[in-house]
């Protein structure tokens, strides 16, 4: 057995939060969002719906990063009629994002959407549609997001409480629940995003505590990448440690690939999800003896598309270098323009700092086959940098 020396979940996650369990889909594309699944990651296409081919290669892009469930924005009749074949030919579950007008939630259930996203603020003669769309969405088993935004709370709420807080979000998701609850119907996940993490966590927090609806996170126009990596991170992180959370969409103002990428790498550095490649480098310092911004570069993008779990320490000097490189599967402590190779905590070579990069994808190649031959994951492939 190749010990890939990736950490068991940390006892100081809480444990997840016990939630109802929804199924997204109905084929072997399904998605299962709470009730303990494995928490899911999902984004939203930036194309015209209505443009079938540029949104199906826009979810393959999203699948091919890692992304399970995808979300289309359906404001237009010509967006409704493309749904069945959007929701028909791609690869991960579609959910259909409905904006104030109420027949396009039975379009999109007609479709063969694997779900429904509404938004009680805006939806028009909402309360009085719920029966309607609960008998629907129940015939087809098709599950229903209630997504409550700050920035489209329901005028009334926004007028009780004075602006979006966190009571003001809560209480709009669980008025819609319980119209939807009236008519039997429970197949519910929820979301209360909030642009500012602080007001987005105590919101989650307290609908964690009142309901068991499965919990959408998300914290909303989160802004550019930079900045909305960091929110998104600090938000999900703070709930998802408490155990609160079954799927994810981080917001960015950047490609939706990008965003998946950020979600994975989330749930990734929570061990709430297998690592794959992990870069321990150091910063760098006064002491460093080579350049160690650019070997740790070099590394990450000679092993990206390792399909193993493998963690690489690059390390500047000898003060804290051969302890990481030797907790690591693969390390390098550089020192006086060389660099000493560990392999599994054993110094395997001393190598001129020229060719500290390819000796250390040479064995990262050798560990990985290891790991498939021991039938651990897919095949090693190594994009050449
Ligand atoms: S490993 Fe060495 S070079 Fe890197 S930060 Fe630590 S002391 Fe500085």
Known sequence: MVDLGIPQIPLSLAPRRVSRQLRLGHDDRAVLVGGGAPVSVQSMTTTVTADVNATLQQIAELTASGCQIVRVAVPSADDAEALPEIARKSQIPVIADIHFQPRYVFAAIDAGCAAVRVNPGNIKEFDDKVGEIAKAAADAQVPIRIGVNAGSLDKRLLAKHGSATPDALVESALWECSLFEEHGFRDIKIS????????????????????????HLGVTEAGPAFQGTVKSAVAFGALLAEGIGDTIRVSLSAPPAEEAKVGIAILESLALRERRLEIVSCPSC???????????????AGLDGLEVPLRVAVMGCVVNGPGEAREADLGVASGNGKGQIFVKGKVVATVPESKIVETLIEEAMRLAEEAVEQGLTGKPEVITA
Do not use: N
């Open 192 to 215: 209360v995003k909030h642009h500012d993490p602080v007001v987005m966590i105590a919101a989650y927090r307290k609908l964690a505590a009142a309901c068991d609806y499965p919990l």
């Open 286 to 300: 006064g002491r460093a003896q080579v350049d160690v911004y650019k070997l740790a570069d070099e590394v990450a």
